[in-house]
């Protein structure tokens, strides 16, 4: 039998609870929530929790696509038309496609090196900061931008079981309330530095992250206190 088998590495997707937002108005549209969870060295949070929609999937396909070079990315569900049929069945549709689409992008290695994935999918930065952010042309590195979001208030997310889980390590289930993620999404106005310092979060003795991520972690964030686990 043998000993010290590396651990299989897993990640699940989901994407779930489609909410309308400014509903009644000519500027409505529906969002998604996407939640990962996975143990795979590729991540830097275990597990994120965000809300997206369906043009910034569009944004995202295309992006993989031009740094894909050859490699074909996953098609994405169509959009609406009119008469096809009643808004719950294609809403219905567009999230299984979604959720299709993210599983086959999950599964290439090549879609998996791209921080814009990353972002995308581990943090509520807008398209254009996401773009600055991978330019580095925001107050922080992709990986910085992430535990940030891991560790503020937006790192509390309510899973399917109803049990809370913490984002940047996935180890705590409590019965804390959800955060409303639609409600006060993270942008370059909500991050704080400090003498080339990240503001410490609040219960930071509370929280582990793994050393692991799609760029280095020698850098400001490693710094702080209690925040990353020993190597």
């Known amino acids: 039998m043998l000993e010290n088998q590396e651990q299989e590495e897993l990640t699940t997707v989901r994407v779930q609870d489609p909410r309308v937002q400014n509903e009644g108005s000519w500027n409505s549209y529906v969002d998604y929530k996407i939640f990962l969870h996975t143990n795979s060295k590729a991540f830097t949070a275990k597990t994120s929790c965000v809300r997206r929609r369906y043009r910034e ?22 959009k609406s038309t009119f008469f096809a049929g009643s808004n719950d069945e294609f809403i219905e549709t567009r999230r299984q496609g979604l959720q299709h689409f993210l599983e086959k992008v999950l599964q290439n290695v090549v879609f998996l090196s791209d921080s814009q994935l ?8 807008s398209v254009p900061e996401i ?3 991978v330019q580095g042309r925001g107050p922080l590195g ?24 913490l984002l940047a390590g996935g180890h705590f289930n409590g019965s804390l309330p959800a955060r409303n993620h639609s409600e006060s999404p993270l942008h ?44």
């Open 142 to 165: 992709v990986t910085n931008v992430i535990l940030h979001y891991a560790t503020s208030n937006c790192g509390w997310v309510q899973a399917e079981d109803g049990h809370c889980v």
């Open 118 to 125: 990353h972002l995308f999918l581990q943090s509520q930065l």
């Open 131 to 133: 773009e600055a952010c």
């Open 57 to 78: 999937f569009v944004w995202l396909r295309k992006q993989l696509q031009k740094n894909a070079g050859l490699v074909p990315v996953p098609e994405l569900p169509g």
């Open 188 to 231: 370059w106005s909500d991050i704080s530095i400090e003498d080339n310092h990240l503001k410490p979060p609040p219960h930071r003795s509370d929280i582990s992250i793994e050393d692991t991520g799609p760029e280095s972690l020698n850098s400001p964030a490693k710094q702080l206190a209690g925040l990353l686990e020993p190597e």
